[in-house]
């Protein structure tokens, strides 16, 4: 049996107050999120997150939202450097998808996988090094809360209560204990937030 190499498993997601991480119309609604996003806390959060990664494990989902959205950011000289920094990251490091549908992977150092994520998160950390980030991608995070696998929890709490939509931490997830390793409040209300597993 293959041995953890010793690699951590990080996830960032965006969430409302009332825990959604998207609205009452969907998976497409981030009306709650938008003015947030673009703020000097949330840039320095995003920063954050990739800065000791090597591999991006990502739902087909947001493979296909990201890759049509970062790899421009990363050729943009006018971009904000933080936005930059991540687009060229995601463009550049290993990236593995999570998919049922599709076959064959459409974007430079893919690979796509059909297999539960825990298994593939299993089978990652016991070869290369450097951090996991699952980011962004509630469908794989979710099975992975739901298996212990996760280590760090990369959190941006917005000041709105959605009233719908779908939410992270479902009932009946195993109890788990967590340290805050960081914090920072933005002018709009908005907190970046990091939560470290202790195990």
């Not at 953890?4 to 998207?22: E, Q």
């Not at 991540?86 to 690979?111: C, F, I, N």
């Amino acid at each position: 049996m293959n041995q953890p190499t010793g690699r951590k498993v990080t996830a960032n997601l965006s969430l409302t107050l009332d825990g959604r991480y998207h609205g009452p119309g969907g998976p497409g609604d981030f009306a709650a999120f938008a003015p947030y996003v673009t703020s000097e806390v949330a840039r320095d959060h995003m920063n954050r997150i990739w800065e000791n990664a090597t591999t991006a494990l990502l739902g087909r989902v947001n493979a296909e939202g990201f890759m049509g959205y970062w790899p421009s950011v990363a050729e943009d000289d006018d971009a904000d450097p933080r936005d930059r920094g991540y687009a060229q990251w995601l463009v550049g490091t290993e990236k593995v998808v999570l998919s049922t549908t599709l076959t064959e992977a459409p974007w430079e150092r893919t690979r796509v996988v059909n297999a539960p994520a825990a298994d593939v998160v299993t089978e990652l950390k016991a070869a290369g090094g450097g951090d996991i980030l699952v980011n962004s991608s509630a469908s794989v995070i979710k099975p992975l809360l739901a298996a212990d696998l996760l280590d760090r929890l990369h959190l941006l709490i917005t000041p709105e209560i959605a009233g719908g939509g779908q939410r992270l931490f479902d009932d009946g997830l195993p109890a788990s204990k967590w340290r805050l390793t960081h914090q920072r409040s933005g002018d709009l209300g908005e907190l970046a937030l990091v939560y470290d597993r202790v195990r």
